[in-house]
C-alpha cells in the first residue's frame, strides 16, 4: 500500500522551519512554537498540517503582517529548492504538487515551504503587495498556487493584472503559477466559481500562455484548460479546434492533453477534434481475463483482438473502462488509455492491459463482479467481467 503522503510533512517540518527562521530571526520564540505546532500534529492529514503550522506561525511572528512577512522571505535562501543566480532559465524538475506530488524524501523537500504560503493565504489578504512579492518569491521555491487564490476570489482584476504582468517573467516557475493558480478546480484547493462560472477571464491567460517554451508551463495551461472543459465542455472544444489552427508539435500536444478527460467521458466533439468523430468498423474478438477469479491485491490481465472490417483504413482509439465495486455495492467506473490503433482493411491486432487490485491511495477496491468495457473512438462494447475476492484470512 502507498506510503500517505502526510508521512512524508512529519514532525521534523515543522523544526525545520524553527531552524529556519531561528538563524535570521533570533527572537523567534523556537520552543513554544514547536509546543503549539506538534499539538494535535499527528491527526492530521497532509494540508490541514500545512494549515496548522502557519496558524502556529502566526502566534510567534512578529504582529505587523509586513515585518513577519519578510523574517519569512529571509528565511528562504537557507531552505531546499532556493533558487542561485540561474535560476528561473530552467527548472530542475516539475513538481505537479497539484496533480501527483512526488514522495521521495527530496521531491517532498519543498513542502517546508508550504505553510508559508498559507500563511500569506490567511493573513495576507489586506497587504496586498507584500504578499503578491512573497508569492512572487515562494512560487519559485514550493508553489504559491493554493496561496493565490484567496487573491483572486478578493481582489480579482488586481491580481489578474499582476498575473498578466507574470505572464512574461523569466521565471517558469512563475509564469506556470499564472496557469496553474487560475485553475478553476485545483486539486487540494476550493474551486474558484466564479471562474467556474465564467472562465474568460482564465483563458485570456492562456492564450498567452499556449506556447510557452517550457513543458512545466505548457502542461499546467492543458490541466486549466481540462478544468474549464468540466464545467463549459462547448468551449473547450471550441479552444481546442482554434489552438490547433497552424499549431506546432508542441501546442497539439497541449490541446491534447487538455482533451483527455472529455475523451474519457466520451464526449463526441473532443473526439471530433482529435480525428476520432466517426464509429469504428472493428470487430472485437477472443477477449479474455486472467485469471478470471482476482484476489484482492493480485492483478487481472485484460487481452482482446480488434479487426478492422471496413473497407479503408482506419485510426482507432481504444481504451479499456473498469466498473469498479464500491463501499456500497455499486459501480464507478475507471477509464484506462490501450492504443492508438491504425488499421489496413482486415488488420487485427492484440491489445492487452494488467489491472493491479493492489491498495493505492488513490482507489480502494472491494470484493465483487467487476465489469469491463472496451471503448473505440468514445463508444462502449462489454467484453465480460472478472470477480474480486477477499485473500483467507485478510
Known sequence: MAEPLKNYFGPEIARKI???????????????????????????????RGWHLARSLRGHLPDDYPEAIQVLLASLGLGPGAPDETAGSEPATEPETSAEPETSESGMSAFVYLPYTLFVAEYGLDHFEASMTAQYELTQRFTAEFSIRPFLVQHTEETLARLR???TDPSPHVRRLVSEGTRPRLPWASRLKAFQAD???????????????ELYVRRSVANNLNDIGKDHPDLLVE?????????????????????RSAVKRGEAGALDVLGYGDPAEVAIRNATFTPGRVRMGDSVGISLEVANTGNRRQKVLADLRVHFVKANGRTSPKVFKLKILDLAPGEATRLRKTISLAEMTTRKHYPGTHGVEVV?????ELLGSFDLTVKPGS
Not at 472562465?199 to 517554451?213: H, I, R, Y
Not at 473505440?376 to 462502449?380: D, F, P, Q, S
Open 18 to 48: 524553527a531552524g529556519l527562521i531561528s538563524a535570521v530571526y533570533p527572537a523567534f520564540p523556537a520552543d513554544a512554537f514547536l509546543r503549539d505546532a506538534l499539538r494535535g500534529y499527528e491527526d492530521l492529514e497532509l494540508m490541514p
Open 165 to 167: 504582468d507574470w505572464v
Open 199 to 213: 472562465p474568460s477571464p482564465v483563458l485570456e491567460l492562456l492564450e498567452l500562455l499556449k506556447d510557452d517554451p
Open 239 to 259: 479552444t481546442a479546434r482554434r489552438w490547433l489552427m497552424g499549431a506546432d508539435e508542441n501546442r497539439r500536444w497541449v490541446v491534447s492533453h487538455a482533451l
Open 376 to 380: 473505440l473512438n468514445g463508444r462502449a
